[in-house]
């Protein structure tokens, strides 16, 4: 029925979430020399260079303070993410409120949620950091008005969870942690003034909690033997009552909120019906109903009133987003934004009084933009954009497709071009292009989804035709698509892949054996399955964090995972039949029909995907005589956020597409230069890298 995950009126597009995240860097002009550069792969646009591609941004997840005299955000500092804040009308006076260095601040979790948080009485930031990507978390308080920063819970060796901030008392905060017990977080009320911490329940069963503005902890989700949840309610004293059962194969719905008098629950839900609904339950007597709801996807945004918590309008997100106002007093508001700017938008926060808005605007061919709402003159005043260096740059457009599965299913992904590919504008290039083949991580969490991503960009200023793609396990199409996943990774998903990659041959779209497939996390999983389990399909993989033995991975997830959950949808470890099915979809095992190079990148202190995983399949890859390149970050976890890495990678990366496809790319050079990374095997493989191992002092050749 319901997970603690934050309603994605709060997170960032999925398009612009990278695994392999890059923070901030300088502005970079195109030259003359640059220009002549462009005929490398005879594309009629100049190559624009990597740092002002995927130099990180220079505003990343901002927010309103909810007094609304405050802006937000992260940017660079001395090169590293930092908490920066500006006046609301005076975003030229910005001033950094935290100095934080080697990593810094992560602007979002690894499932797109925004990683601070302002106190209710806009006195300060709070914000979570963990040592090099272990995800051992602590909370810290920045103070807005002195910069002085504080480790609110100074536990080397537990993960610290922001559950909830006070209203009206925004002196403190309910916190999970789990020192006493890895698998359980114990539920604290936190002083932010002093650290203090009291406890309000002792966890022993319940894998997660939903707290109202009060810090009451209201509902509890327990995980049954049989991979369902159970979802209880508080009755007060450390008591739950039974609310409802998601049965095994249910989808979980996500909690939107409470109303202001805490007594009723609004929630997305799929309980009873295909699609997540919008739905109202009653907490004294459990009754629910439906508030609004759409036969072809999920609710995937929900507005909230930032005092009453009541409702006012939804959106929903098959191709492109789209809002639906249910209090006529909100429908001006977005009739007024639909012309503010161009593209898709989102209500990022507002302020207590209503009076201003934050919103981001995203198109697929400009960078994202943020406005600042007033509402009593329906005046949308603009801010900011995430990359200013890209603006009035040759970017593509991003075109939505629905392609059907060979069992029928609907898999809605994007197709970029290279500028001057499509004269037409119809989404078919002149000749068949190069192609690389973007898979997202989660599956659960994630989607590909209408947006402007720096990632694509590159690879279409590259020369590459991009597909970045949904298949059975992305969220937002419903839960039959979703459970589709079921026992499907490497198996039908892998061929969900296989058919789109086959489209877009048959569409004149790729050459077809010029094709790559690329991906983080689960999609890195994903490029592995595809060329171990469809050899000839895809001529290269990049494979980011990625497991590669599934039996291994299943045996290391992380103790706040449930095992019973993953179990039922990757393949039960605990059982000889289980364990049969894993080895049949680990592609480790099939390392032998693998024809094509890959490219493994890691980091040392991935909590989620350990680094044995890579270091077995490059080893197992280089015994079968397969051409792989290995690069490791000592320094960095489930994905890289220092930007001196991010760089390595994206040079390295598309030095080795272009050695393998034929697109254009800029000489690796002096672009390790900072880096922490490392190159175990296959440094020959990709041109210049060596060469730029050596200049940088070969790091652990």
Same mark, same amino acid.
């Given at each position: ?42 594309? &009629? ?10 130099? @990180? !941004? ?49 602007? $979002? ?99 997660? $909690? ?6 009451? !902890? ?23 009552? !039974? ?81 639906? %106002? ?5 429908? %001006? ?54 990359? @200013? ?41 002149? &000749? ?21 991503? %720096? ?21 937002? $199409?419903?839960?039959? $698509? ?45 490029a592995l399955c595809a060329m171990a389990f469809t050899p000839g399909t895809f001529a290269c993989a990049v494979d980011v964090v990625g497991p590669a033995n599934l039996e291994t991975f299943m045996a290391t997830i992380p103790p706040t995972w449930s095992l019973d959950h993953f179990a039922r949808r990757v393949g039960d470890p605990r059982t000889e039949e289980g364990r049969a099915h894993l080895r049949a979809r680990s592609p480790i095992h099939f390392v032998d029909q693998v024809r094509g190079p890959i490219l493994i990148a890691q980091g040392a202190n991935d909590a989620r995907v350990p680094q044995v995983e890579s270091d077995s399949m490059v080893a197992a890859l280089a015994r079968r005589g397969v051409q792989v390149t290995y690069l490791l970050y000592p320094d960095e976890g489930h994905g890289f956020a220092r930007s001196e890495n991010s760089m390595a990678f994206y040079a390295v990366t598309e030095a080795f597409l272009a050695a393998n496809l034929g697109g254009r790319f800029e000489p690796i050079g002096d672009r390790l230069k900072g880096s922490s990374v490392r190159v175990p095997a296959g440094a020959e493989h990709v041109p210049g890298l060596a060469e730029a ?9």
């Open positions: 029925m319901f997970t603690t995950a934050t309603s994605r009126s709060s997170r960032r597009s999925g398009n612009s979430r990278r695994p392999f995240q890059s923070s901030p860097g300088l502005r970079c002009v195109l030259t003359a020399a640059l220009l002549a550069a462009a005929g490398a792969a005879g594309a &009629a646009e100049p190559l624009i260079p990597l740092a002002t591609l995927l130099g @990180p !941004p220079r505003v990343a997840a901002p927010a309103l303070s909810p007094d609304g005299r405050m802006l937000s955000w992260i940017a660079p500092l001395d090169g590293v993410p930092n908490l920066w804040v500006a006046p609301a009308d005076s975003v030229s006076a910005a001033r950094p409120v935290t100095r934080e260095s080697g990593r810094g601040l992560q602007a $979002f979790d690894v499932s797109g949620n925004v990683a601070y948080r302002w106190t209710g009485d806009s006195r300060y930031l709070l914000y979570r950091k963990d040592h090099d990507g272990d995800e051992q978390w602590n909370l810290y308080r920045a103070s807005v008005a002195t910069g002085d920063t504080v480790n609110l819970t100074p536990r080397p060796n537990a993960q610290v969870r922001l559950l909830a901030l006070g209203e009206p008392d925004a002196g403190h905060a309910l916190v999970g942690i789990n020192d006493r017990e890895p698998r359980r977080h114990d539920l604290y009320r936190l002083d932010l003034a002093t650290g203090t911490l009291q406890l309000v329940e002792k966890n022993e069963r319940f894998a997660g $909690f939903v707290a109202d503005p009060a810090l009451r !902890p209201r509902l509890a989700f327990a995980v049954t033997p049989q991979g369902g949840i159970d979802v209880l309610r508080s009755a007060g004293d450390g008591q739950w009552q !039974p609310l409802d059962r998601v049965d095994p194969g249910e989808s979980p719905g996500k909690v939107v909120g409470f109303d202001r008098e805490n007594r009723t629950l609004f929630a997305r839900s799929a309980r009873g019906r295909n699609t997540a609904a919008l739905v109202a339950y009653d907490l004294a007597s459990g009754a629910m109903r439906v508030i609004a709801e759409d036969p072809r996807t999920d609710i995937a945004e929900v507005l909230v009133h930032p005092v009453s918590g009541a409702v006012q309008a939804y959106a929903t997100n098959f191709t492109r987003l789209e809002w639906h %106002p249910l209090d006529s007093r909100v429908k %001006p508001d977005l009739e007024a934004l639909r012309t503010a700017a161009g593209g898709d938008f989102r209500i990022v926060s507002r302020s207590r009084d209503d009076r201003r808005w934050l919103v981001d605007y995203t198109l697929a061919d400009a960078p994202e933009s943020w406005y600042l709402y007033e509402r009593g003159a329906r005046r949308a005043t603009r801010l900011f954009s995430s990359n @200013p260096e890209l603006e009035g740059l040759p970017l593509a457009k991003l075109h939505p497709l629905v392609i059907r599965s060979r069992d029928g299913l609907d898999l809605v992904s994007y197709l970029s071009l290279p500028p001057g590919s499509d004269p037409d504008g119809d989404g078919r290039p002149s &000749a068949p292009l190069p192609t690389v083949m973007l898979v997202h991580g989660g599956p659960g969490d994630e989607r590909a989804e209408y947006g402007f991503a %720096p990632l694509l960009q590159w690879l279409a200023n590259r020369g590459y035709a991009v597909l970045n793609v949904n298949f059975r396990g992305s969220p937002g $199409f419903g839960k039959a $698509f979703q459970n589709a996943e079921q026992l499907e990774w490497g198996g039908k998903m892998n061929l969900d892949l296989v058919d789109q990659a086959d489209w877009a041959v048959a569409n004149g779209i790729a050459a077809k054996d010029r094709i790559a497939v690329m991906g983080g996390s689960y999609g890195g999983y994903a191992l050596g200049a940088n002092g070969a790091p652990g050749r």
